[in-house]
């Protein structure tokens, strides 16, 4: 099962609400990622987890919090956000980040800032 | 600089055409790794293909091929007979190591459209 869920699938949100995006994966995997994704463009690494800690911030502004409750789990805070943040957000995950191994995604929730 | 060039932005074939999608890469490293994705509008990425730095054995799978050539840094992805199904942007990548973890280098991608 090479599965990773992501929920919810949309998001309408105003700038000063807060709200999480959530990542799940099964599949034993010790490194998680978070990427922004603009329309027309490759994903934007944001955040890395390996072994439930976080290892690489991408310059991310701090409107955008990640969380790692356990190495199945990954959340993604989200606190005032502006227009421009509206984007595809795709959770990864792989065996570790330190080898060379394949990312798997999930389907990515579509964030709309209003 | 861009590690990852893929110069076709947008392609169009008629269905059975087969179509090869470019890819470039850059690096100092001599060991990497470089891979193909598939992202059809539904939005995730599909892992297609993971090659090693020393393997420059070319792949087939199914209607796919890869074609990795160490000597003009490329990886180039063929499609035999495409299907509508095919249509999606593809995008390759590069993985180095680096202190922090491994970078991850996405190509901006080539957007295949297969017309029935």
């Known amino acids: 099962d090479t599965e990773v869920t992501q929920t919810p699938k949309h998001l309408v949100m105003g700038m000063t609400n807060k709200k999480s995006l959530k990542c799940e994966q099964h599949m034993g995997h010790r490194a998680m990622y978070w990427y922004k994704q603009k329309a027309k463009k490759p994903p934007e690494l944001m955040f890395v987890y390996s072994y439930e800690k976080l290892s690489i911030n991408e310059s991310v502004p701090s409107r955008f919090s990640p969380e790692c409750p356990n190495s199945s789990l990954l959340n993604l805070h989200l606190h005032a956000l502006q227009p421009e943040d509206s984007a595809l957000y795709l959770c990864?995950?792989?065996?570790?980040?330190?080898?060379?191994?394949?990312?798997?995604f999930g389907p990515g929730t579509r964030l709309t800032v209003t | 600089a861009q590690k990852v060039t893929q110069a076709q932005t947008e392609i169009s074939v008629v269905e059975k055409e087969d179509v090869t999608l470019d890819c470039v890469y850059e690096?100092?490293?001599?060991?990497?790794?470089l891979f193909w994705y598939k992202q059809p509008p539904s939005g995730e990425l599909v892992f297609l293909i993971r090659r090693n730095s020393f393997d420059e054995q070319n792949e087939i799978s199914g209607r796919y091929s890869w074609n990795f050539q160490k000597s003009t840094s490329s990886f180039n992805f063929t499609i035999t007979a495409s299907q509508v199904v095919d249509s999606a942007v593809y995008f390759c990548?590069?993985?180095?190591?680096?202190?922090?973890?491994?970078?991850?280098?996405f190509g901006t991608g080539t957007s295949l459209t297969v017309i029935p």
């Open positions: 690096t100092r490293d001599t060991t990497y790794y």
């Open positions: 990864a995950s792989s065996q570790d980040a330190d080898s060379f191994y394949e990312q798997y």
């Open positions: 990548a590069l993985s180095e190591a680096r202190e922090t973890g491994n970078q991850f280098y």
